[in-house]
Nanobody
Framework: QVQLVESGGGLVQTGGSLGLSCAAS????????MGWYRRAAGKQRELVAT???????NYADSVKGRFTISRDNTKNTVYLRMNSLKPEDTAVYYC?????????WGQGTQVTVSS
């Protein structure tokens, strides 16, 4: 079992920056692709960014050029740096991680961007 705990959410003004972290604990051996997803009020959860164990990244078009995903395999932690934030980035952000075909989710952290 893998437990994921997000941190770093909060309130920020339009154009501001925020960083999220997600630390994995438990049986983290060979933790694979990790990612960030978000769910805005009244909408479905959507992909934000993913990163493989080797560092290959993938981003949603809506965040390309503004968000950066990274990970530290020695700390079993994935990060999301969010710049030039917009009100439409307001959502609960969830991290997930894949291990041997199982997908684990964190509890989510709220990000609110005020206009």
């Amino acid at each position: 079992q893998v437990q994921l705990v997000e941190s770093g959410g909060g309130l920020v003004q339009t154009g501001g920056s925020l960083g999220l972290s997600c630390a994995a604990s438990g049986t983290t051996f060979r933790l694979g692709t990790m990612g960030w997803y978000r769910r805005a009020a009244g909408k479905q959860r959507e992909l934000v960014a993913t990163i493989t164990r080797g560092g290959n990244t993938n981003y949603a078009d809506s965040v390309k050029g503004r968000f950066t995903i990274s990970r530290d395999n020695t700390k079993n932690t994935v990060y999301l740096r969010m710049n030039s934030l917009k009100p439409e980035d307001t959502a609960v952000y969830y991290c997930n991680g894949e291990q041997f075909g199982n997908v684990y989710w964190g509890q989510g952290t709220q990000v609110t961007v005020s206009s």
